[in-house]
């Protein structure tokens, strides 16, 4: 299973069309007691979970395939 992540930060810098949004295997962000805070790597803010969002998934990025400056 898969959850997925969307910056809702009115004023991230996210170059791409729409909100930034990271997706994770489930297991990798949860245990038994509890889930991770997701932060964007743009502006820093936290994420909200997609599920709990109304808006459109228009820039979905997989987190395995990102690559952030050092």
């Known amino acids: 299973m ?3 992540f ?9 170059p791409g069309k729409g909100q930034f949004e ?4 489930t297991e990798s962000i949860v245990d038994s007691n ?3 805070t997701v932060f964007c ?3 820093k ?3 909200m979970a997609s ?5 459109s998934k228009e820039s979905v990025i997989n987190i395995d395939n990102i690559h952030l400056p050092s």
């Open 2 to 4: 898969k959850t997925s």
């Open 6 to 14: 969307q910056c809702t930060n009115t004023n991230c810098n996210f």
């Open 22 to 25: 990271m997706t994770f295997n």
């Open 34 to 36: 509890n889930i991770a």
């Open 41 to 43: 790597p743009f502006c």
């Open 45 to 47: 803010k936290p994420m």
């Open 51 to 55: 599920e709990l969002l109304t808006s």
